[in-house]
């Protein structure tokens, strides 16, 4: 089992900026990839960026957020914690934000989700 515990969010002006932090913890030896998606209203949830092999910084980022989001990790002993830099922030970005953890024998985790408000 893996457990991940969401922080960050909230309501921040255009061109603000933002960090999202997510805390794995559990079975992190088991993971191997984990990611932040978003799910804006009426809108299908998509992959906005991600750790591709956890302990590395192999990362992927949608077209949309390329060079204003920025993912990074940092690993302990009994936990992994990721974190999404958000600057450049449009009203388009708003939605909700779930970090997601997916293992090696294809289990895949979701955080509860949390709220990001671009708005003036």
């Known amino acids: 089992q893996v457990q991940l515990v969401e922080s960050g969010g909230g309501l921040v002006q255009p061109g603000g900026s933002l960090r999202l932090s997510c805390r794995a913890s559990g079975s992190i030896f088991s993971l191997s990839a984990m990611g932040w998606y978003r799910q804006a209203p009426g809108k299908q949830r998509e992959l906005v960026a991600g750790i591709t092999s956890v302990g590395t910084t192999n990362t992927n980022y949608a077209d949309s957020v390329k060079g204003r989001f920025t993912i990074s990790s940092d690993n302990a002993k009994n936990t992994v914690t990721v974190a999404l830099q958000m600057n450049s922030l449009i009203p388009e970005d708003t939605a909700v934000y779930y970090c997601?953890?997916?293992?090696?024998?294809?289990?895949?985790?979701w955080g509860k989700g949390t709220l990001v408000t671009v708005s003036s």
């Open positions: 997601n953890a997916r293992t090696f024998s294809g289990m895949s985790y």
